[in-house]
């Protein structure tokens, strides 16, 4: 995982997206229709939460998830 800091993974097994249509839902657990849609429509938010829906989208869009699984409650 060159280049992935193992913390910004975990977060995303335990952070909730704070608004809109999954509020309340496990970041990991976003589809990727849904992180689709921000890039559609002007791209993901600024700061720590774009960041973090960025890494969930690649990782969803890659094949990843079983990177998630060791970290996942």
Excluded at 17 to 33: Q, W
Excluded at 57 to 68: C, F, H, P, Q, T
């Amino acid at each position: 995982m060159d280049g992935i800091n193992p913390n910004i993974l975990k977060e995303i097994c335990e952070v909730r997206m704070p608004f809109g249509k999954y509020k309340e839902t496990i970041l990991a657990d976003l589809p990727i229709s849904y992180l689709e849609w921000f890039i559609r429509n002007g791209g993901f938010p600024k700061g720590k939460l774009g960041m973090q829906l960025s890494t969930i989208y690649e990782i969803k869009l890659n094949g990843l998830m079983d990177l998630l699984k060791p970290l996942r409650h």
